[in-house]
């Protein structure tokens, strides 16, 4: 079974909108941590947000956002305000277990996101 | 440097070939990491380093890659008699500590001819 699944291979949004990106997870661990990152086509991983399983607030960073539904197992990402600079692959990603377990990262298949000016 | 930085950004190789992938992580990181990136995998997980345990290598895909870390500092990754199958872009990360965020280097693109 897929552990990150993002649905929306792809997405347009018009500049200056709001948009929000897919992101659903498996894990039986109580303890685990959630991650978006952003890869523009000149290739680097962006770290964008970061959200724990414990913590009772949705994270924010600026005009980023996560919507995090711990019952559904969900962890979207909503980009405010849309600039035609988001344009890029975002990436949903867990880190599972907590102590000395694995620390690598699963990382969803991405989203394409296109901003329309 | 500021960030993680890895050599060389681009290698061209022929079939056969063994190949030396470099990351230098964030100073004072004790968290290192190396996935890869291809068409149609995505973003594998291959190796996993923490201070002075022993790495985590259950992401390896055979036993024609390994990976060493210097000093708790910079890594290696190796790849002996490359295959076209391990065209792919190499990225290495590191975290402060194992249980946070990671950040990428630029990674490295290896072809295999």
């Known amino acids: 079974a897929q552990k990150i699944t993002q649905t929306q291979p792809g997405m347009f949004v018009q500049e200056k909108e709001a948009v929000t990106l897919d992101c659903t997870y498996d894990?039986?661990?109580?303890?685990?941590?959630l991650f978006w990152y952003k890869q523009p086509s000149s290739g680097e991983m962006i770290f964008l947000i970061y959200?724990?399983?414990?913590?009772?607030q949705n994270a924010t960073e600026g005009r980023y956002s996560l919507n995090f539904q711990k019952a559904r197992k969900s962890a979207n990402l909503v980009i405010s305000a849309s600039q035609l600079g988001d344009s890029a692959m975002y990436f949903c990603a867990m880190r599972e277990g907590s102590g000395t377990g694995r620390r690598a990262l699963t990382f969803g298949s991405g989203t394409r996101l296109q901003v329309q000016p | 440097g500021a960030g993680v930085s890895q050599s060389p950004s681009n290698k061209v190789t022929e079939k056969g070939k063994d190949v030396e992938l470099r990351c230098d992580p964030i100073?004072?990181?004790?968290?290192l990491y190396w996935y890869r990136q291809s068409l149609g995998q995505g973003l594998e997980f291959l190796i996993y380093f923490q201070g002075n345990s022993a790495p985590d290598k259950s992401g390896l895909p055979s036993d024609r890659f390994s990976a060493e870390r210097t000093g708790g500092s910079v890594s290696t990754l190796t790849i002996q008699r490359t295959q076209q199958e391990d065209s792919a872009v190499y990225l290495c990360?590191?975290?402060?500590?194992?249980?946070?965020?990671?950040?990428f280097g630029d990674g490295t693109r290896l072809s295999i001819l």
């Open positions: 959200q724990g399983s414990y913590d009772e």
């Open positions: 100073s004072g990181h004790t968290a």
């Open positions: 990360a590191s975290s402060l500590l194992a249980h946070q965020p990671q950040h």
């Open positions: 894990t039986s661990d109580q303890s685990y941590g």
